[in-house]
């Protein structure tokens, strides 16, 4: 038989959880939570936020919490935001929507420059002092998923480019959806942002759900004979921004 929660665990719980809807049902953002990062060798303390889409939309979190038990959320991808500083009211801040990258992020790979633009838009935030970055876990391989990103990298090792290879799997170049990170942002700020990026979808993806984008950061930087071909790609056929003299990364 379930047991019902604790109503002291609920009270400490959804003072903490927010619903926001969606046109299929409902966000749900839990946080903030405070999470200190080794960035660099130095200690930088983040505010954590993870959220979860589901079908149901109630205000009733006695009932969300009560069913995910049931439901093996480990087997999936929940996305993440960590704010810096006064993200909610801040005049400036700056953001960054990061595409999850098993390889990059978690073992450094350098067939991309993931890893490296992670680490360094978080040390962009917090050097400007307010901003957030979204690190938006359904994006793998540009939309594809890890397993199809492996076998993209086996064409890759066999002479296709990134986009060659994502299309000769059935897939587009890029298939990638912010609305749910555009939501969430919404909901954690009203006043404008400057967006780390050279991918203009991304910009016009914040402009075209009326959001007033007061500029663009690029990142830049660990650039090898490894990833040179992926960068050159990105700005040859996927149309990312370049800046004299470098190549281009997202």
């Known amino acids: 038989m379930k047991q019902t929660l604790d109503a002291k665990v609920i009270s400490v ?3 903490k959880i927010q619903l926001i809807k969606t046109d299929k049902g409902a966000i749900y953002l839990v946080g903030p939570i405070r999470l200190p990062v080794n960035l660099y060798g130095e200690t930088v303390v983040f505010k954590w936020y993870c959220w979860l889409n589901c079908d149901e939309v109630t205000e009733d979190f006695q009932r969300i919490i009560d069913k995910l038990s049931s439901v093996n959320l480990a087997e999936f991808q929940q996305s993440s935001v960590l704010a810096y500083g ?14 999850i990258c098993h390889t990059g992020d978690i073992f450094g790979s350098k067939r991309c420059d993931c890893g490296f ?5 978080m040390k962009m935030i917090s050097d400007h002092g307010t901003g957030a970055l979204f690190y938006l876990a359904n994006h793998e391989g540009r939309g594809i998923g890890l397993f199809s990103k492996a076998m993209a990298y086996i ?3 066999n002479g296709y480019d990134t986009v060659e290879a994502n299309e000769a799997l059935g897939f587009v170049d890029d298939s990638r959806n912010y609305g749910d990170a555009i939501l969430v942002l919404k909901a954690l700020r009203a006043k404008p942002v400057s967006l780390i990026t050279n991918n203009p979808k991304k910009l016009k993806a914040l402009k075209n759900a ?3 984008v007061s500029g663009r950061e690029s990142l830049w930087g660990d650039i090898s004979e490894y990833n040179e071909k992926y960068l050159k790609t990105k700005i040859n056929k996927s149309g990312h921004l370049n800046e004299e003299g470098t190549c281009c990364n997202d």
């Open 117 to 121: 633009q992670l680490k360094q838009s």
């Open 86 to 99: 006064d993200f909610e009211y801040g005049d400036d801040a700056i953001i960054r929507f990061h595409s």
């Open 155 to 157: 064409l890759q090792e």
């Open 13 to 15: 719980l959804e003072d």
């Open 210 to 212: 009326g959001l007033e």
